[in-house]
């Protein structure tokens, strides 16, 4: 059974930088994409980004200037670093999978997410 | 991007059926043949019930099925079970809008 876990710390300074972790176990983290989800009080959830396990990223245009993900596959995790957050980028921070075959990848929908981790934006 | 429309709460009693639409435009739900639907229990890592608009995932119940109609999406749970209350979101695929997110169903097993 894969599970993802999300660590960072809850709660970042304002024009400061968010940065968080997943860890992937039960499964390898090679060859499927990863993807970074949020959900905010009164919004709905947004997709942040996906990266290939080889380090291909896609991002989300809304937050491509503020958003850098990474992938450490000797560790089985995959991080997410979003600079100059302001009370706006409050919100639970979901990580979640999207699974490979050896002919094609299910870019779709998402396959397994982890509980989520809550961020507040406050000084 | 707007969220698609899904209504705040459905509820049902325990055997019954109950439907839960997403409504979005003919820029997403309406041109995707890839919608998928979510649960999530309080506190819970969400849980994928439906994709590609009807497809269940392996080991979801067949109590859970999806459908689409023009720009609405549908998710149907059939047979209502208490471990069904939950919250489910829709979500929609599309090349413009990567992924488009419903507002959320809360479900209620009365």
């Known amino acids: 059974q894969v599970e993802l876990q999300e660590s960072g710390p809850g709660l970042v300074k304002p024009s400061e930088t968010l940065s968080l972790t997943c860890t992937v176990s039960g499964d390898s983290i090679s060859s499927h994409y990863w993807s970074w989800l949020r959900q905010s009080a009164g919004q709905g959830l947004e997709w942040l980004g996906r990266i290939y396990s080889d380090g291909y990223t896609t991002y989300n245009p809304a937050l491509k200037n503020r958003l850098t993900l990474s992938v450490d596959t000797s560790k089985n995790q995959f991080s997410l670093k979003l600079t100059a957050v302001t009370a706006a980028d409050t919100a639970l921070y979901f990580c979640?999978?999207?699974?490979?075959?050896?002919?094609?990848?299910?870019?779709?929908?998402?396959?397994?997410w982890g509980q989520g981790t809550l961020v507040t934006v406050s000084s | 991007q707007s969220a698609l429309t899904q209504p705040a709460s459905v509820s049902g009693s325990p055997g019954q059926s109950i439907t839960i639409s997403c409504t979005g435009s003919n820029s997403d739900v309406g041109s995707s043949n890839y919608v998928s639907w979510y649960q999530q229990h309080p506190g819970k890592a969400p849980k994928v019930v439906i994709y590609?608009?009807?497809t269940r995932p392996s080991g979801v119940s067949d109590r859970f099925s999806g459908s689409k109609s023009g720009n609405t999406a549908s998710l149907t749970i059939s047979g209502l079970q208490a471990e069904d209350e939950a919250e489910y979101f829709c979500c929609s695929y599309g090349r413009s809008n990567p992924y488009v997110f419903g507002t959320g169903t809360k479900v209620t097993v009365l």
């Open positions: 979640a999978s999207q699974y490979c075959t050896p002919t094609a990848c299910y870019l779709y929908y998402f396959g397994d």
């Open positions: 590609d608009v009807t």
